[in-house]
């Protein structure tokens, strides 16, 4: 790579750690060039050039446990990075990709602040990208942004439930029982209503020990009313 590209796109998007869906995923590496310098071309590199008024870019630094080593690449921006993967995600699939960038999250291997970017970071970035390609899905998306969901899966089960007319929910609310003890963490709360959806992934299902949990707090949850 020259000095002065980046990763970027769905490469990015992976090195941050952020969920991306498989229609999405693919084998070649995105690499970056700012304008003017032209977009780099290679086999199994799928190049890009970008303006350089928008182009950001930050220095990932990665572990590498079994070499206990550290790693340092250029990457572009995650406000960037959502704006770069506007065109090519549906508008469900930003907004799970803005919840994963604005949410303070365990990021396997980086050593810098978890969380990625704010609210604010990704509408100064989308505003900055007026009129170019997926610009429509990015201020669709972008106003249906929180932070709180754990994964792709709890960001669009919030969004089904906006769609089916339930109000807000409030994200990983610790819950608590009648007598004040902690009972967990809900995934999407209404406390004013007394209830808890939670979304179990199919690890829940395949491990017995997560199965048995999963029941008992299911129990804890309507025990507490």
């Not at 809900?186 to 029941?215: A, I, Q, T």
């Amino acid at each position: 790579m020259n000095p002065a590209h980046c990763f970027s796109h769905q490469t990015a998007a992976e090195l941050y750690g952020l969920p991306l869906p498989a229609y999405v995923t693919t084998d070649d590496l995105h690499v970056a060039a700012p304008a003017p310098l032209r977009a780099p071309e290679s086999v199994g590199v799928s190049g890009h050039r970008i303006s350089s008024s928008t182009w950001q870019t930050r220095d990932l630094v990665l572990r590498d446990e079994p070499l206990a080593e550290l790693l340092s690449f250029s990457v572009a921006a995650p406000a960037l990075v959502w704006v770069q993967l506007a065109s090519v995600l549906d508008v469900e699939d930003l907004v799970a990709l803005g919840d994963a960038i604005v949410t303070p999250l365990p990021r396997a291997g980086l050593l810098d602040d978890p969380v990625l970017a704010s609210v604010a970071d990704l509408l100064a970035t989308a505003d900055a990208h007026r009129g170019r390609r997926g610009a429509e899905a990015m201020w669709r998306a972008v106003r249906g942004i929180r932070p709180g969901p754990r994964s792709r899966p709890e960001s669009l089960l919030r969004l089904m439930v906006l769609r089916a007319g339930l109000p807000e929910p409030q994200l990983n609310l610790d819950v608590y029982g009648s007598s004040g003890e902690w009972i967990a963490e809900g995934d999407l709360c209404w406390p004013e209503y007394r209830v808890v959806v939670e979304y179990e992934g199919d690890y829940h299902r395949r491990e017995v020990s997560k199965l048995r949990s999963d029941v008992t707090r299911g129990e804890r949850y309507a025990d507490a009313g």
